[in-house]
């Protein structure tokens, strides 16, 4: 079936690392991603990864994808208030043309 | 490139009543897709459009109903509201892998 799950909340001090962890059950996931949502705002494209990588940096966002336990990771270097909002994983499967979106992760950086 | 444009922001109906919500894909795009995003939740695939048919659907009713325009784009209809349907509407446009998501419509129904 489809699911994707996220931890609910996770609170760091600035300029800490933040971790962002995701879960989904299709192995034939073929792009996962991530988005932001700043309250009463849509949704922001941050990173998106390939299925068949492993791992990709872009600037202060690092993604890891373990596809043996079907994990998806979100690292945030350097996390500053600017960077409080709900942080979403979602995947596509090839063949098909829908985002599966998890319930999302509230993160609250403290200054 | 103004992005993924939606309209309006906010809107008030009545149960029962009916809503059409519009979107302007951004530039180049020519895929349109909506959700819907309960409060506290993550968005809920509705269906996508793309050469003006419907190429897919999730899992809503036949009250939710859409349209896509040859300029690409798109307008989602809901007949009959129902307080359930109190949600923010998202349209997202793409051309191949990536989507881009709109500011939103904030619907409410009383």
């Known amino acids: 079936g489809e699911d994707v799950e996220q931890s609910l909340f996770l609170s760091v001090r600035e300029g800490d690392s933040s971790v962002i962890n995701c879960t989904y059950t299709?192995?034939?996931?073929?792009?996962l991603y991530w988005y932001k949502q700043e309250p009463g705002a849509g949704l922001q494209l941050l990173t998106y990864i390939f299925s068949n990588m492993d791992m990709k940096q872009d600037q202060r966002l690092t993604v890891l994808l373990n596809k043996k336990d079907k994990h998806l990771s979100l690292r945030i270097a350097d996390t500053q208030t600017g960077d409080s909002a709900i942080y979403f994983c979602?995947?596509?499967?090839?063949?098909?043309?829908?985002?599966?979106f998890g319930t999302g992760t509230r993160l609250k950086v403290l200054a | 490139d103004a992005g993924v444009t939606q309209s309006p922001t906010h809107l008030i109906k009545t149960r029962g009543q009916q809503v059409t919500l519009r979107c302007s894909p951004k530039s180049g795009h020519d895929t349109v897709s909506w959700y819907q995003q309960a409060l506290g939740q993550g968005p809920q695939f509705i269906f996508q459009y793309y050469e003006e048919e419907e190429r897919q659907r999730g899992n809503f009713p036949d009250r939710f109903s859409g349209h896509q325009y040859p300029n690409y784009s798109s307008e989602l209809n809901v007949n009959a509201l129902l307080l359930g349907d109190s949600a923010l509407y998202l349209c997202?446009?793409?051309?191949?892998?990536?989507?881009?998501f709109g500011q939103g419509t904030r619907l409410t129904v009383v």
């Open positions: 299709d192995s034939s996931s073929t792009y």
């Open positions: 979602a995947e596509s499967m090839e063949g098909t043309y829908k985002y599966i």
């Open positions: 997202a446009s793409s051309r191949t892998d990536r989507a881009f």
